[in-house]
């Protein structure tokens, strides 16, 4: 059984649309986070969160909310949504930070 | 420069070659792993090392933290093993992970 998962796996939105990412992991893990993938780029990390309730700013989180609002769940929001933020998306967890992570399938965001 | 340097870019391989792969980091990094990302964009993960080396039966990974690099062997490549081929680096200052920009390896029949 995938112990990470995420959905929708795709997503087409126009510009200023507003769009919910979500991610459910059942390994038990204290860390989620959220990475965009674009050529040329391998992953970036958008946000981070070290349990619920908690939120730390990745490395590109322009244009991106996020909520972590259980254990399980992490939730990644673009309120208004730009031609840029089309990607592949991926979430994933690990026990600690700088830990081994495990990657969910990945969402792929359109934005019109 | 960028902190994760992958090399080379792109990789292709006939069947049963055996070829390596390098990631150089601008700075000492904590530790280092190493993904595949397969035709359908799923990322596996193949190893965690923070110092020496670690192998899983064709694959073989070296992470030396003083000389700021890492490496992956495939041995006897086979088709499955195509894919895009990440390293990733944990940054001692801030405990995050960089990622470098991936090697597309492509195994030929």
């Known amino acids: 059984e995938a112990a990470v998962t995420q959905s929708p796996r795709n997503k087409v939105t126009v510009t200023g649309g507003n769009v919910t990412l979500s991610c459910r992991q059942t390994?038990?893990?204290?860390?989620m986070y959220w990475y965009r993938q674009d050529t040329g780029h391998g992953l970036r990390l958008i946000h981070y969160s070290y349990g619920a309730g908690n939120l730390q700013i990745g490395d590109v989180p322009d244009g991106y909310k996020a909520t972590r609002t259980t254990q399980e769940d992490f939730f990644l929001l673009l309120e208004l949504a730009s031609p840029s933020q089309t990607s592949l998306y991926f979430c994933?967890?690990?026990?600690?930070?700088?830990?081994?992570?495990?990657f969910g399938p990945g969402t792929r965001l359109l934005v019109l | 420069g960028m902190p994760v340097e992958q090399n080379p870019p792109a990789l292709s391989l006939y069947e049963g070659a055996d070829s390596g792969l390098r990631c150089n980091f601008s700075t000492t990094m904590k530790s280092v792993q190493w993904f595949q990302q397969n035709h359908r964009g799923r990322l596996i993960t193949l190893f965690y090392?923070?110092?020496g080396t670690k192998e899983n039966g064709r694959l073989k990974s070296t992470f030396n933290s003083k000389e700021r690099y890492s490496t992956l062997h495939i041995k006897d490549a086979q088709l499955e093993d195509s894919g895009t081929y990440f390293c990733?680096?944990?940054?001692?200052?801030?405990?995050?992970?960089?990622f470098g920009a991936g090697t597309r390896l492509k195994v030929i029949a």
């Open positions: 090392l923070a110092q």
């Open positions: 990733a680096a944990e940054d001692t200052g801030n405990y995050k992970y960089v």
């Open positions: 994933a967890s690990s026990e600690e930070l700088g830990g081994t992570q495990y």
């Open positions: 390994n038990s893990h204290n860390y």
